[in-house]
Nanobody, 115 residues
């Protein structure tokens, strides 16, 4: 069982920045994909950004050019740098670790962007 712990959320004004961290209790190298998702009340959880074990990244169109996903294998940590935040980025952000037949979620961290 792997535990994922997110941190770094908070309240920020539009145009500001936040960096989210996701620390895994095990090696993130064991997973095919590490990703960040977000969810707002009444909506489905949506993929924000992902990074594969090979280092390939993928972003939702709505965050391209503003968000950057990265990882530190030595620290078993995945980051999401969020710049030029917009009110529509307000959500609970979740970290996900995916491998064949295994998928783990963190507890989420709230990001609130005021206009």
């Amino acid at each position: 069982q792997v535990q994922l712990v997110e941190s770094g959320g908070g309240l920020v004004r539009a145009g500001g920045s936040l960096r989210l961290s996701c620390v895994a209790s095990g090696s993130i190298s064991d997973f095919n994909v590490m990703a960040w998702y977000r969810q707002t009340p009444g909506k489905q959880r949506e993929l924000v950004a992902s990074i594969t074990s090979g280092g390939s990244t993928n972003y939702a169109d709505s965050v391209k050019g503003r968000f950057t996903i990265s990882r530190d294998r030595f620290k078993n940590t995945v980051y999401l740098q969020m710049n030029n935040l917009k009110p529509e980025d307000t959500a609970v952000y979740y970290c996900n670790a995916y491998a064949i037949l295994r998928s783990y979620w963190g507890q989420g961290t709230q990001v609130t962007v005021s206009s």
